[in-house]
């Protein structure tokens, strides 16, 4: 396991305290180039701590961290530039344009994107000569990403991204993000919406209580792949459910008892949310 | 195949091996740019940091009218002088102090850390800000000041010499301070108790709304310990006849002293700038 061309992020042991209190106790992640992973994990979780100390915000106290072969902690400004870091703006920004704010941040990069189709990218042409306080939330998070990717990140952060959406505007964001995904940029992204890790990420790792509790693939994660079925269907005396682990019998079954269609049948494996639950120790 | 195109095409693969990041000059000069584009646009800074101490001079210099201040002299001047002086410290002191302190809490600062901008180029074009800002402010009170009441551009060499390093002394001082009390200010909505009491308080003891001998002198004595005194008092020695020296309790300009406490001032403001300066709220932990 070495800090090969294809990860992009690795992470061993990592600790940090602040007082008394363990906000991150001995993490490790290792994320490779071109995936988008994403940090699950309650509010206080150190999600945000973990990813700040990798974005070079914040000093650690113990562990090693490599992110592009380089240590946050004393990468310079070729390091800055390879990355990317969308924060939140709010609507009392600084009395510039939509272009201003675009162009102002291209000009800090060595070889930025072009600001004009940045802004098409994350569809604000219509709203490129507005101010930033005539921007609505959505619009404003989307410039954010924006600044974000203005200079041509090899890996993005991405910290909540979608607090405060509504629905329609999360999808949108979504499609924003799985195509800089297939861009082939690394993309890390904390969320607690495991809907958003779902559609999103290629990985997700749940992180609670300062540790990482789990890593794998949405589908796979804490053995969710393995996990018995629930096949459910409507009965003469109202809905049935078996749990098995072998639902493709079960249907099989069913079906030769119905002699055709099942009335009201599913089968179900536990959600993402389940096992998440299960991971953080919070099972209801 | 050495087609323009495929030329171009090779310089651009090997200006992607070897990215040059951009020199702090132009990107200062490019905030610089941004820096006076915002002041401008935004109505706050130009009503209460730009606009208010040339309306308060129209005010004060038509309630005191043709009012003698002694010695030949008219009020009106002196408040002139006086608020030239203020002029200086609201551009940059007030300006800047409540300007940092919103830009750290709407985490401006925090996204510009986060970029390859070299840190010196957002100081750079805060200096940048403050000489053009401070600049027009104080062209704009002289002209107002000659309007209303008869202030005088100095006449002789020697006087815009003192004009000049009163200027740019005051101008730096008030800069790094502004920049300190930044910190101070815990938000951006706690910036401007933070900054502008204390900034009247100074105003009304360092004889810019007052005439510093009616200033009783214990409080001229406070006042004595910051730099808005000393600025007032250099820029009387510029703007009001010679004789009107009389009028000074030390009975002198006491120019070598301006100097001193002015350079003392920035040699404390520069201590404080480079060890409390943040890029982020103490939220952000």
């Known amino acids: ?284 | 195949m050495s087609t323009p195109m495929t030329q171009a095409a090779a310089a651009a693969i090997s200006s992607r091996a070897a990215p040059r990041l951009p020199g702090v000059w132009r990107a200062g000069l490019a905030r610089v740019r941004l820096e006076v584009k915002v002041f401008f646009r935004d109505k706050q800074s130009v009503v209460f940091v730009f606009s208010l101490p040339a309306v308060l001079l129209v005010l004060l210099g038509s309630i005191f009218r043709g009012q003698a201040a002694g010695h030949g002299m008219s009020v009106g001047t002196l408040f002139a002088a006086g608020l030239i002086g203020s002029g200086i410290a609201s551009t940059s002191f007030q300006y800047l102090g409540i300007g940092i302190a919103t830009e750290r809490d709407q985490g401006m600062l925090k996204r510009l850390y986060g970029t390859p901008m070299n840190r010196w180029a957002y100081f750079i074009g805060k200096t940048g800000l403050v000489l053009v800002c401070t600049m027009a402010e104080t062209a704009l009170l002289i002209a107002v000041g000659m309007l209303i009441d008869n202030l005088r551009l100095p006449t002789s060499a020697e006087r815009w010499w003192t004009f000049a390093w009163v200027f740019v002394l005051g101008t730096v001082c008030f800069s790094l301070l502004g920049i300190a009390i930044s910190s101070v200010a815990r938000s951006a909505r706690s910036a401007p108790a933070v900054i502008i009491l204390p900034f009247t308080v100074l105003q009304f003891i360092s004889g810019v709304y007052v005439p510093a001998t009616l200033v009783p002198p214990w409080l001229r004595e406070i006042a004595s310990f910051f730099p808005l005194k000393w600025i007032c008092q250099g820029l009387r020695s510029v703007f009001l006849p010679q004789h009107a020296v009389a009028l000074e309790p030390a009975g002198s300009w006491e120019h070598g002293r301006i100097a001193l406490v002015l350079l003392a001032w920035i040699a404390a403001g520069l201590v404080l700038c480079l060890t409390t300066f943040r890029w982020r709220t103490s939220r952000d932990g």
Do not use: C
Not at chain 1, 75 to 81: H, P, Q, S
Not at chain 1, 98 to 112: C, D, H, I, K, N
Not at chain 1, 132 to 160: M, N, T, W
């Open chain 1, 1 to 284: 396991m070495t800090d090969g061309t294809d990860t992009a992020v690795r992470v061993d042991g990592l600790r940090k305290r602040y007082g008394e209190v363990t906000a991150v106790g001995g993490v490790d992640l290792e994320i490779r180039r071109g995936e988008v992973f994403a940090l699950l994990g309650p509010n206080g979780a150190g999600k945000t701590t973990t990813v700040e100390i990798l974005e070079g915000y914040r000093r650690r106290d113990g562990g090693t961290v490599r992110v592009l072969g380089e240590d946050p902690q004393h990468a310079g400004r070729a390091w800055r530039a390879r990355i990317g870091i969308v924060l939140q703006l709010t609507a009392e920004g600084p009395e510039l344009t939509v272009r201003e704010m675009v162009g102002q941040f291209a000009s800090l990069y060595p070889r930025p994107r072009d600001p004009d189709e940045v802004i098409g990218l994350v569809g604000l042409t219509g709203k490129a000569g507005s101010r930033l306080h005539k921007l609505s939330g959505g619009q404003l998070r989307r410039l954010d990403v924006a600044l974000g990717i203005v200079g041509d990140p090899e890996l993005l952060f991405l910290d909540e991204p979608t607090t405060g959406f509504d629905p329609e505007a999360r999808r949108q964001f979504w499609k924003l993000i799985s195509g800089l995904s297939s861009g082939g940029v690394t993309i890390l992204l904390t969320t607690h919406y495991l809907d958003e890790a779902e559609a999103l990420a290629d990985r997700v790792a749940v992180i609670s209580g300062g540790r990482i509790r789990a890593t794998g693939t949405p589908a796979g994660i804490g053995g969710r792949a393995g996990r018995a079925a629930m096949v459910g269907w409507l009965g003469d005396d109202g809905p049935r459910r078996v749990q098995t682990d072998e639902p493709t019998r079960v249907v099989a079954e069913l079906g030769a008892r119905f002699g055709g269609e099942v009335p009201g049948l599913t089968v179900t494996r536990p959600t993402l949310e389940d096992i998440y639950l299960e991971l953080i120790g919070d099972t209801p």
